[in-house]
Structures are given as C-alpha cells and as structure tokens.
T-cell receptor, first 117, second 115 residues
C-alpha cells in the first residue's frame, strides 16, 4: 500500500459524459501527478500540481482538467468523453524538495479504470 | 525531449533462472532513473531508483540495477526469479520541467515465469 488513495476504482460511463476522478496523496506529500495508461499510448504524464498550483503539463487534452484543493487532494475532470478515453488513470504523489517540487520518488495509487461505452 | 526504450516487450524465464530487463534512456543531463513493477490489476510499485553515487543500486524483492552512463542504460537484474515476479516492469526517467517535474516511462516489459 503506497498511501495514495484513488476513488472510484472502476467507472463505466457513456460517450459525451463527464466524470471526476479523485486522489488523496500520501501524508506530507505536496505534489500530485496524474498519468494515463492505455494500450496504444502506454503510460503518459498528464499534469502535476504542487501545493495547489499547476506546475507541469503533459499531453493532457483540453477536455481534461485538474485541480488540487487546500487539503491537497486532487481531482481530474474528464468531459465530453470519447471511446478512446477508456484507460487506467493513475495518481501519484511525492514529497517536497528543499525548494519546491523535486524528482524524488513518485508513489502511485491503485488507479481508476475508466470504461467509456 | 527525453525518452526511454525497453526493447523487450515480453520475456519468459524459468523459475530460479537469472533475469535481466533492458532499459535505455535519452537525456542530456544526469538522469534520475526508476524501475517500477505493475502486477495485474495493481498500481505501480517502486523497485529501485538511481539519483547519483554508486552506479549499482539495490532494490526491493532482490532486484538490482546498474547505471551505465557510457551506454545510456539502466538494466534491471535478479539472480533467481520467483514465480511471484511475473508482472510488467517499467523503466522511467525523471525530468525537471520548468517549475515542476514528471516521469517519462518506457513501454514496459511483460515478464512471464515458467514453473
């Protein structure tokens, strides 16, 4: 158990819908990352938040957005869902560096499996 | 942009045999390197990491990896594989990007262990 929690574990929805995935980081970690794992794209970095601020952005679609709240939990919002959005979405967290985000170990949650029908 | 290559998509070994999973990276500066393992239906678990110092790093579950700068490689090894090691293994490189950071993963190597 990494200490990172994600809910829900599974989500089945229809095309065009909107869903919200939730992540709670490990105690003390300020960074939260979101990754997408799909058969065709592999593991792709989406976005990073550090203490409530967006710090790095990857190949995240405009239909996707995220935020990190004052209690440090994070939500990933996926809208106008398409069949191709079906994937495993991971959240990870890492401890702060001396001056902000660091390249320290990222601890991964169990993931949310999204199925778009 | 940095990249990670895991040339072997599938590997099958017999239980008790030795294992080496290959990883090559492309990165201009000193890399931060990681190996993660993913069991079916599970999240990613860190096996080991290299930041600096000794180029041979020890991890959990009896795994080790050697950083070779001249070959841009970070291969994962285990002297004797157990059936429970069957899983997918991912090599990753960490990168600082402006005010943040991210991991870039390889495509993974699926390990099958024959009893």
């Amino acid at each position: 158990d990494s200490g990172v929690t994600q809910t829900p574990k599974h989500l089945i929805t229809a095309t065009g819908q909107r869903v919200t995935l939730r992540c709670s980081p490990r105690s003390g970690d300020l960074s939260v990352y979101w990754y997408q794992q799909s058969l065709d794209q592999g593991l792709q970095f989406l976005i990073q938040y550090y203490n409530g601020e967006e710090r790095a952005k990857g190949n995240i679609l405009e239909r996707f957005s995220a935020q990190q709240f004052p209690d440090l939990h994070s939500e990933l919002n996926l809208s106008s869902l398409e069949l191709g959005d079906s994937a495993l979405y991971f959240c990870a967290s890492s401890p702060p560096g001396a001056f902000g985000p660091s390249t320290d170990t990222q601890y991964f949650g169990p993931g949310t499996r999204l199925t778009v029908l | 942009a940095q990249s990670v290559t895991q040339p072997d998509i599938h590997i099958t070994v017999s239980e008790g045999a030795s294992l080496e999973l290959r990883c090559n990276y492309s990165y201009g500066a000193t890399p931060y390197l990681f190996w993660y393992v993913q069991s079916p239906g599970q999240g990613l678990q860190l096996l080991l990491k290299y930041f600096s110092g000794d180029t041979l790093v020890q991890g959990i579950k009896g795994f080790e990896a050697e950083f070779k700068r001249s070959q841009s490689s970070f291969n994962l090894r285990k002297p004797s594989v157990h059936w429970s090691d069957a899983a997918e293994y991912f090599c990753a490189v960490g990168e600082l990007t402006g005010g943040g950071n991210k991991l870039t993963f390889g495509t993974g190597t699926q390990l099958k262990v024959e009893l």
